[in-house]
């Protein structure tokens, strides 16, 4: 589940007040297993081109991958997960 404040301001957009909107946004599950992924120095995953996925796909994935390093298989990968979290992280850091 992610929670984000919300702001209202009468006449004044988010992007005004330099707020990134909600879908913009890694979630706390994302961003953990972003620096674990990050862990494994898997930048020539990011050479190859991976098609986006879709948000219900990347939870998902994310559940999967989670479980697994709960289960006791902390080595446990996922090429394109890795490469979709790495993408939408740098396109948040551009604003």
């Not at 898997?42 to 219900?56: D, F, M, N, Q």
Request: glycine residues 6%; positive net charge; charged residues 25%.
């Amino acid at each position: 589940m992610t929670v984000s404040p919300l702001l209202v301001v009468s006449g004044v957009q988010p992007a005004d007040l330099g707020v990134i909107p909600a879908y913009d946004q890694l979630t706390a599950s994302e961003f953990y297993v972003l620096q674990r992924l990050r862990q494994f120095k898997l930048r020539s995953v990011l050479r190859r081109p991976h098609a986006p996925l879709t948000s219900e796909m990347r939870r998902t994935r994310i559940e999967g991958l989670m479980s697994l390093w709960n289960s006791g298989c902390s080595k446990a990968i996922d090429e394109n997960l890795y490469a979709d979290l790495e993408r939408r992280a740098r396109q948040i850091l551009r604003g």
